[in-house]
């Protein structure tokens, strides 16, 4: 049971590049989150999903995309990265509802020069 | 709009002594509360979750109270230990406007512990 995974770890990218973050949970869970992690700010969220094929904006959502094809995964994208796009990402899932924790995969650092 | 707020930003205790962490809230309408330990470099993992009716929640050394009329949560953590050095983020969930549950993070409090 590897809970939540995501890949890359690291990844460097020149402004206007593009490339998409994965996240993978194998709890069947129902819910996912891709939020950003800045310092001195705490973790906002960017898009979540609250089921398989479902999608919504969360309060950091312009410039990013996200996609849920398959329940276990949910795809984070960027299609023209900019400066202010460097952070570290966090994916989280959860069974959903309000009596269920939030899991976070190890993050993605992000720099874009 | 709901803000979470951790103080100190940072905090150092010699190893073997109990401390408490601090959050704040300002909106008092919330369904539950959880505690976070993250590691340099590292995700976050969850340590508590009180729900909005409960006081308080134990897992071993660890204690974590809410007081929801007053907007404020505390996490104990009894016998401190070098292992316990991390920084601790407080969450607080509550509606979005969208409709489903939504987790406010505070900016955590960077503990460490001095052997």
């Known amino acids: 049971n590897a809970g939540v995974t995501q890949t890359p770890k690291f990844r460097v990218l020149k402004t206007g590049q593009s490339m998409t973050l994965l996240c993978a949970q194998d709890?069947?869970?129902?819910?996912m989150y891709w939020y950003r992690q800045d310092p001195g700010m705490g973790l906002r969220l960017i898009h979540y999903?609250?089921?398989?094929?479902?999608?919504a904006k969360g309060e950091v959502p312009d410039g990013y995309n996200v996609s849920r094809l398959k329940k276990q995964n949910f795809l984070l994208g960027l299609e023209s990265a900019a400066p202010s796009q460097t952070s570290v990402y966090f994916c989280?899932?959860?069974?959903?509802?309000?009596?269920?924790?939030?899991?976070f995969g190890p993050g993605t650092r992000l720099t874009v020069t | 709009k709901q803000e979470v707020t951790q103080i100190p930003a940072a905090l150092s205790v010699p190893e073997g002594e109990n401390l408490v962490l601090n959050c704040s809230f300002t909106?008092?309408?919330?369904?539950?509360l959880q505690w976070f330990r993250q590691d340099p470099g590292k995700g976050l993992t969850s340590l508590l979750l009180?729900?909005?009716?409960?006081r308080e929640q134990t897992s071993g050394r660890l204690n974590a109270s809410l007081d929801k009329s007053s907007g404020r949560s505390t996490l104990y953590i009894a016998a401190s230990q070098p292992g316990d050095s991390a920084t601790y983020l407080c969450?607080?969930?509550?509606?979005?406007?969208?409709?489903?549950?939504?987790?406010?993070f505070g900016t955590g409090t960077r503990l460490t512990i001095i052997p």
């Open positions: 709890m069947n869970h129902e819910y």
């Open positions: 969450a607080v969930g509550a509606k979005s406007n969208f409709g489903n549950e939504k987790l406010t």
């Open positions: 009180i729900q909005s009716s409960q």
């Open positions: 999903s609250v089921g398989e094929g479902t999608t």
């Open positions: 909106d008092s309408a919330i369904y539950n």
């Open positions: 989280a899932s959860t069974q959903g509802g309000r009596s269920y924790e939030q899991y």
